[in-house]
């Protein structure tokens, strides 16, 4: 787990970069168990093509770039792709509204994914504090997370004790648990996701510098979750502890 995700960190180190674009987070993520799309990187048309007939359409397309790490503003995140004709057609687009926004981007290539099914949003993050290291919050993401700041705290690592607390101390865990008779989320899933990550930061706490999972969709009992975005930041050489 750990080997395979410090090769990823490594390489973008080697790169002069901080910030991972989201497959790198995801690979990150993957080689911890964590729930990922069945999503792939295409570099050429013809990869694209071939990833999402594999895929199954419809698919989404999101351009990475590290110069294009707000991938909404830029317009690089095309959804409901339903034939080849139409996803070559947005390959055009995609690469067309990245260069409008930053003529000098890097496109490391577009991710092709499944079209997930919604959830109930979550939201995971992980921030460092100089004093106290690393914490892992815990919330509903939307305007749960926007407006009404509805989130929770704990120092990494955590427990599985920790993790069902921090589910049950936000206000909006009655959303969770299935209120006006909607069908409860799969609270074990949540559970799984804290642990994992709370795992990858203890283990690679000398790297992680920032992590922002959101939104995850969380589906009802027994259902499971995915991550559908993934933000990690990492530290500079010197920033690591020796």
Do not use: C
């Amino acid at each position: 787990m750990k080997e395979e995700a410090l090769k990823v960190i490594e390489e973008v180190l080697k790169s002069r970069r901080t910030a991972l674009v989201e497959y790198e987070a995801k690979q990150v993520l993957k080689a911890y168990g964590l729930p990922i799309p069945d999503e792939k990187l295409a570099r050429t048309l013809d990869e694209a093509l071939k990833y999402a007939e594999e895929i199954g359409y419809p698919v989404a397309m999101k351009l990475m770039s590290p110069q294009i790490l707000h991938k909404s503003d830029a317009k690089v995140v095309l959804l409901n792709i339903k034939t080849p004709e139409e996803l070559r057609e947005k390959w055009e687009l995609i690469h067309e509204n990245a260069r409008k926004y930053r003529l000098d981007a890097e496109i490391l290539g577009v991710l092709i994914a499944p079209m997930l099914k919604p959830g109930r949003e979550i939201i995971i993050g992980v921030t460092e504090d100089p004093q106290f290291g690393h914490a892992i919050m815990f919330g509903l993401g939307g305007i749960f997370v926007e407006v009404l700041k509805d989130v929770t705290f704990r120092l990494v690592p955590i427990t599985e004790n920790d993790a069902r607390k921090m589910i049950r101390e936000i206000k909006s865990y009655p959303i969770l648990a299935g209120a006006r008779g909607e069908e409860p989320a799969d609270i074990d899933a949540i559970v799984d996701l804290l642990l994992r990550v709370s795992q990858l930061v203890d283990e690679l706490r000398d790297y992680i510098k920032e992590m922002d999972l959101n939104p995850v969709f969380v589906y009802e009992q027994g259902k499971g979750a995915v991550i559908v975005d993934a933000r990690i930041i990492v530290k500079e050489p010197a920033e690591k502890k020796e």
